[in-house]
């Protein structure tokens, strides 16, 4: 199975999980996507118009610190927003959430995240494209301890895999 589909796999399997693990700071009120959430919906979701949306990110779990810690010295991340005719990218490399155990059974594993990515309310009609692209420097390993006694793992990424997570939103 190719590295990019496993580790898609992995991460959306989290995804729950670590759903509200490591909350970030929000502007007040604003409508929530999640970026997982709405790739398993194709993509694309929908938000109200006059309202601030925050969309929360992605998160990457693996079997132990040492090997987040890997994660971490092994990626470069940038995350864009596509609004109004206007592409901005920024490298958000250093701004993964310091790495948190999940719960005391280690066999959880730990977790890190990137911030939420926070949009000014949307106009009616409006259409914005947001995403966060990591590729990998180094090869990374995905391992939960016990080995062998998970349902998944362990899985070997690559240099030179990487793993996009995007959303389409538009006004209702």
Known sequence: MNSRVVLTLVVLAFGLVAGGVAPTARAA???????QECGRNGGQATVPAGVPVSVENFAFVTGTHGLMLDFL?????????QRGGTLTL??????WSEPEQLGANPARGWITRL????????????????????????????????????????????A?????????????
């Open 29 to 35: 009120n604003p409508y929530v996507i999640d970026i």
């Open 73 to 81: 010295n092994e990626q470069q991340t940038t995350q864009g927003v």
């Open 90 to 95: 920024v490298d958000v490399t250093d701004q």
């Open 115 to 158: 911030p939420n990515i926070e949009l000014d309310p949307f106009q009616p009609g409006e259409v914005v494209g947001v995403g966060s692209l990591t590729e990998f420097t180094g090869p990374i390993e995905i391992v939960f301890p016990p080995v062998g006694q998970v349902d998944f793992g362990p899985f070997h990424i690559r």
């Open 160 to 172: 030179g895999d990487d793993l996009f997570n995007g959303c389409e939103l538009t006004t209702q």
